[in-house]
């Protein structure tokens, strides 16, 4: 009797113990697809690369962070107490993903999924889209006149701001150069295209590829950008005050 008590025992405890398990949520400097490249007072800069058919695990943004697409992909995000969200992703996209927001990505299709994920460290106060959806679900409040080139051949067109931080797409045309200037800003560049970076006879020249950075202090010299390729180049800009209002 008491061997078929034990069995029967066993026979009840097996499924709670081998059924599926909630997943646990994780911080995102946890999440192993994210690789910390920068960290200083205003911002945590990961690196984000997953291949086809793999997820990135369920976890909670504890600050808002900006998400900027490297590539053309699609996805199907999930999080707890919501349906299955499918989307398609195009490179150059900016989202915003609030504090408190938990989530898994799963990449669906058969490109590899690329972002620089920025974490703004500094609350951020009134967020608001300007020249693009970076809110879902939120209008655009787009300056009427349109980015065109100056004489250099760069353009600017703000993207999203808050009361903290402005973020701006600079666009620099074929074989055409651009001087960025932090004007007494602390300013993060994400590259979305390659760029050249002009050497002189104390530092040799390099290329930035997608999905570097630079980072500039408010003492820092302009940094001057050529776009040596046929194709236009797309730098996305983070302009931040501290304690002040974003213009």
């Known amino acids: 009797m ?12 097996f499924p709670f113990v081998c059924g599926p398990q909630e997943q646990s949520v994780i911080t995102l400097k946890s999440e192993p697809h994210h690789h910390l490249v920068l960290h200083n007072d205003y911002v945590n800069v990961y ?6 058919h793999d997820s990135v695990l369920l976890h ?12 053309d992909s699609e996805i199907t995000v999930r999080g707890p107490g919501r349906p299955d969200s499918q989307q398609k992703v195009v490179n ?8 408190g927001y938990v989530h898994s990505t799963s990449i669906d299709g058969d490109t590899p999924y690329r972002n620089v994920t920025v974490e703004l460290l ?4 009134s967020p608001r889209n300007l020249c693009a959806t970076v809110i879902a679900g939120q209008p655009m409040n787009c300056p009427e006149s349109s980015a065109q080139p100056d004489a250099h051949g760069r353009s600017e067109q703000p993207q999203f701001q808050t009361n903290q931080t402005k973020v ?22 994400v ?4 760029v050249d970076i002009p050497g002189n006879k104390n530092n040799p020249g390099k290329i930035l590829r997608t999905g570097d950075f630079l980072w500039s202090d408010p003492h820092s010299a ?25 213009e």
């Open 60 to 71: 909670k943004h504890d600050v808002d962070a900006i998400s900027i697409a490297m590539s």
């Open 122 to 125: 500094t609350s951020q106060q």
């Open 47 to 52: 690196s984000v690369q997953v291949v086809p």
């Open 92 to 99: 150059g996209q900016l989202r915003l993903q609030s504090a």
């Open 2 to 13: 008491n061997s078929r008590h034990s069995l029967m025992a066993t026979i009840f405890f």
């Open 168 to 189: 701006t797409l600079i666009r620099i045309l074929p074989l055409q150069s651009a001087t960025l200037d932090t004007e007494g800003l602390s300013q993060l560049i």
């Open 191 to 194: 590259v979305l295209n390659d």
């Open 222 to 246: 302009p940094q001057i950008l050529i776009n040596n390729s046929a194709n236009e180049v797309r730098l996305v800009s983070f302009a931040f005050q501290k304690g002040r209002s974003a």
